[in-house]
């Protein structure tokens, strides 16, 4: 494959999947909360480190009422979930995809 239509094919792909922070497109769909990838996955771990650990803690205090506990950790698992970058993966697997087959044919020549 010529590396120009290998660029164009990426390009495309980059048009179709990048969707949460996108700096060309001047899109941020973390509503601020994080500006690349990477910081994203560390919020999103965050997140869920919080939940569990308030899940762990929420018998230690006998005055807390277990059930308002449950219901925020839920709805901290709900933001992080929505947070996750489903269509950025997709992006990667078809890359790795084409990365591939332009190694192959690399390769046999």
Same mark, same amino acid.
């Given at each position: ?6 660029? +164009?094919?990426?390009? @495309?792909?980059? $048009? $179709?999947?990048? @969707?949460?922070?996108?700096?060309? $497109?001047?899109?941020?769909? &973390?509503?601020?909360? !994080? *500006?690349?990838?990477? =910081?994203?996955? #560390? $919020?999103? !771990? +965050? ?6 650990? !308030?899940?762990?803690?929420? #018998?230690? %205090?006998?005055? &807390?009422?277990? *059930? =308002?506990? @449950?219901?925020? %950790? !839920?709805? %901290? ?10 269509? =950025? ?5 078809? &890359?790795?995809?084409?990365? *591939? =087959?332009?190694? *192959? &044919?690399?390769?046999?020549?």
């Amino acid at each position: 494959m010529e590396t120009k239509k290998l660029l +164009d094919q990426l390009l @495309e792909l980059k $048009r $179709r999947h990048i @969707e949460l922070i996108n700096d060309t $497109r001047n899109i941020n769909y &973390t509503c601020g909360l !994080a *500006s690349n990838y990477s =910081e994203l996955m #560390h $919020r999103i !771990a +965050d997140l869920l480190k919080t939940s569990k650990k !308030a899940l762990e803690g929420m #018998h230690a %205090v006998p005055e &807390t009422n277990p *059930s =308002e506990i @449950e219901y925020n %950790v !839920a709805d %901290v698992i709900g933001i992080a979930i929505k947070l996750l970058p489903f269509s =950025e993966m997709q992006f990667i697997d078809e &890359t790795m995809e084409l990365l *591939s =087959e332009e190694s *192959s &044919t690399h390769t046999k020549h």
